[in-house]
């Protein structure tokens, strides 16, 4: 077994604490990862807290890993000692299904082994993520990091970024589409700065009148404060997409009445709380409300090249681990610019 320093929630009202974690030996296809960095995205929140539901306690969050490849398996091809590999929210899936065949391994229909709060395909032993100094995965589920990039700032798109990257793919966002990022947070600032990059112009609507300066600067064209009704009402029927990345229930009518005829809302912000729909917000118009998750194994790799290509990284405040539980409610006041990483040589 490894060793690995870590910090665990113990239950969902406790803050985060040290823990020891004991991770399998590799096996022929596995690679064992020293983690230099980890991101905090909403959803280690949410999960540590129990908010979507029952957590398995102790629970080591994180999917947004990166680090140095310390040993491989027999049969490992695609990594050697010394290269940098990432790994996102998943660990495992069947890799025969529909989904799995079709590279959309996170809608696996068997078993999908998600980073943490999950298991591994034998369905009891339980999988535990990236607050912790070492980690050992199937290659197929690791991703390869390009040598020189800013490695800590490169963490967060293993979640962050793919999270957006997969809706703006999905619905072609290109050259001259008017996108809609709907709360400026680590998914928020992504959105941004890919869809920019994709050619669009952007509109972020916040809650934070403060975020303003940073949005522009981030690559948005507009900034609308959401808190106020009035200033929707220019907006009426002129977005092509909006993606919608906050946290906390909220309500979805004014964002719909943005979109043009036909459009689209994608929501990936997963509040633990319903939200109600006015049905003429979707019906005058024929427009959609859908949802989004992560993104497949083939096409988190594409969007880190993408990412490489076009030195699209993301804006972080680094921390050392003894710092996360302070960093958990800063996250949940909007206070990051725009995502915490931990720095794992403090574990
Ligand atoms: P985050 O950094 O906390 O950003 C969320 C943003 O939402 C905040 O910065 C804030 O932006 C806005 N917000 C927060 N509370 C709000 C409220 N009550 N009303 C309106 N706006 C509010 O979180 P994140 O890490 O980007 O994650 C965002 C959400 O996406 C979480 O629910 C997370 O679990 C989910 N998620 C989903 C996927 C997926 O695959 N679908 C993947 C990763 C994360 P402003 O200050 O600009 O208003
Ligand atoms: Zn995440």
Redesign the pocket.
């Known amino acids: 077994m490894i060793s690995s320093k870590a910090y665990a929630a113990l239950s969902a009202t406790k803050p985060l604490q040290p823990f020891r974690l004991e991770r399998r030996d590799p096996r022929p296809d596995d690679i064992v990862i020293e983690i230099a960095y980890c991101g905090i995205?909403?959803?280690d929140i949410?999960t540590a807290r129990g908010e979507w539901g029952p957590t398995a306690y102790p629970c080591v969050p994180g999917h947004e890993i990166v680090g140095t490849v310390v040993a491989t398996g027999k049969k490992v091809r695609g990594f050697k000692l010394g290269d940098l590999a990432g790994v996102g929210?998943l660990v495992d899936s069947c890799g025969t299904c529909k989904a799995c065949r079709a590279s959309e391994e996170q809608f696996c229909q068997k078993h999908i082994a998600f980073t943490y709060n999950s298991t591994e395909l034998d369905g009891k032993t339980p999988t535990q993520g990236g607050y912790s100094t070492h980690i050992v995965v199937r290659e197929k589920y690791a991703f390869r990091i390009k040598k020189g990039v800013p490695l800590a700032r490169v963490a967060p798109l293993l979640?962050?970024g793919i999270?957006t990257y997969s809706p703006l793919k999905r619905h072609k966002i290109g050259k001259g589409h008017r996108v809609g990022v709907v709360?400026?947070?680590?998914?928020?600032h992504m959105a941004v700065k890919l869809s920019r990059a994709m050619g669009a112009h952007v509109t972020v609507f916040?809650?934070?009148r403060n975020?303003e300066r940073d949005a522009k600067q981030l690559g948005a064209s507009d900034f609308v404060l959401?808190t106020k009704p009035a200033n929707f009402e220019p907006l009426t029927g002129t977005l092509d997409f909006i993606i919608d990345?906050?946290?906390?229930?909220?309500d979805f009518t004014p964002y719909l009445m943005a979109l043009k005829n036909d459009a689209t809302m994608v929501l990936?912000?997963?509040?633990p709380l319903p939200s109600e729909v006015l049905a003429s917000s979707l019906i005058m118009g024929r427009k959609r409300l859908a949802?989004?998750?992560?993104g497949g194994v083939r096409e988190t790799q594409e969007m880190l090249d993408f990412c490489f290509r076009k030195k699209i990284y993301c804006d972080i405040e680094l921390i050392p681990a003894a710092k996360i539980n302070e960093a958990y409610e800063r996250?949940?006041k909007?206070d990051?610019k725009?995502?915490f990483v931990i720095d794992a040589a403090t574990f």
């Open positions: 995205c909403h959803s949410h929210c979640c962050a999270t709360g400026l947070g680590g998914l928020g916040s809650t934070s975020k959401s990345t906050v946290s906390a229930k909220h990936v912000g997963a509040s949802g989004s998750l992560i996250t949940i909007g990051v725009y995502r």
